[in-house]
Each structure stands twice: as C-alpha cells, then as structure tokens.
C-alpha cells in the first residue's frame, strides 16, 4: 500500500510540475516545440504557434513533425530523434536572426522525445570566454 501512495505522490508531483512549466513556458518569447520519441507534436508555446500560425498553429498539435519539414531538413531530423543528437545552428530569415537549438528531452535518463527552440538574437552579440587562468 505505500508503494501505491507513493506513486500517487509521485503522479502528483509530476502534474504540478508541468503546471509550472506551463505557466512559463506558455509565455516565454521564443519559439518552443516539444515532441515524442516517434515525432508527434505533445505541446507548442504561443510564440511557435504564432511563428508556425500559416502551417496550422494550434492545429499542429498532435501531427508528425516530420511532416512539418521538407527534404533534407526532414530526413535529418528523423536521424537525430532516432539517435538522439541534438542540432544548433542559426538563421537569418526576414531580416531577423535566429538560433536554432534542437536537443533530444530525457525522463529518468530516458530519451522520450525532442525540443526545438527558436530564439531570436542580435546580429552582432558579445561572446564572452570565461576560462579560469
């Protein structure tokens, strides 16, 4: 019986912490897509269904991301979800420059999907080496 209990504890825990995380993520200014191992969308935040609002937005939730890209693009991202690798790079596209970053998401040292993120930058950035000496 208190395996049970804590089990129920431990479903809990994991449903407010999602709360929380949406409560941030939900707003936060940059692009955020999350997906399962097998590529179908779980969650986007208002600002990826806004950037991806002419592909369907919302309505994106719960398709194959893979889907979502033309070839080579597509290919690539099937290879990195099944190897679990992630992908950072930046682009510049109507005048905005963006970094891409997109990263296999773990459980328990598990991987069970990917994440992209879409952050706007400045053109020019300082870029800081902290090394000790």
């Not at 990195?80 to 790079?89: D, H, L, P, Q, S």
């Not at 510049?92 to 999907?113: A, D, F, H, L, R």
């Not at 992209?116 to 950035?125: D, I």
Request: proline residues 5%; contains cysteine.
């Amino acid at each position: 019986m208190a395996f049970l209990k804590r089990g129920q504890v431990l479903i809990e825990k994991r449903w407010v912490l999602r709360k929380i995380a949406h409560m941030w993520t939900d707003e936060f200014p940059g692009a955020m897509t999350i997906c399962d191992k097998e590529g179908k969308i779980l969650y986007m935040n208002q600002k990826a269904m806004k950037t991806f609002e002419k592909d369907g937005g919302v309505s994106l939730v719960g398709r194959n991301v893979l889907d979502c890209h033309p070839e080579p693009a597509r290919s690539k991202l099937a290879k990195m979800i099944a190897e679990g690798t992630k992908n950072v790079y930046t682009i510049e596209k109507n005048g905005t420059k963006k970094m891409i970053y997109q990263s296999p998401w773990y459980e328990n040292g598990v991987c069970v999907g990917f994440v992209e993120l879409s952050l706007e930058v400045p053109f020019e950035m300082p870029h800081f080496v902290r090394d000790k000496k």
